[in-house]
């Protein structure tokens, strides 16, 4: 193979691997699918043909709050500071560390001080899916 073969070839080569140019609709379109539930980013990059990083880079730029639906956006939670006390709980009361969660469709979750953390955040996104 002569010297002006090899750059031939080494020209096509690098032609094939052209920089893609992707529109922020695209963008954002690709990175919504890695939003939904049991989505794999490695999976939609290589659909897409893209590496992975570049979608995690994406993901930041954009911002994945604003590409959730409205019902998982992350809201306050209404709260009323009143004057009256709330009457003493002894330690040794069973009701000591004692939580209540009131969701936004009336659903009540009642906990004591020691769930774990994990396992109420999953009974609470399955309650607001409803």
Do not use: C, Y
């Amino acid at each position: 193979m002569s010297v002006t073969e090899r750059e031939g070839q080494a020209a096509s080569d690098s032609a094939g691997r052209r920089r893609r140019l992707w529109s922020d609709d695209e963008k954002r379109q690709i990175v919504a699918e890695t939003l939904a539930p049991g989505a794999s980013v490695s999976i939609v990059a290589r659909r897409h043909d893209l590496n992975a990083n570049m979608l995690f880079t994406w993901r930041r730029q954009i911002g994945t709050s604003a590409l959730l639906p409205a019902g998982d956006a992350m809201t306050f939670v209404p709260a009323a500071i009143t004057t009256e006390a709330a009457p003493p709980v002894s330690p040794e009361s069973p009701l000591a560390g004692r939580m209540e969660i009131v969701l936004a469709d009336g659903d009540r979750i009642i906990t004591g001080k020691d769930v774990d953390a994990a396992a109420l955040a999953r009974v609470m996104k399955v309650l607001s899916r409803r």
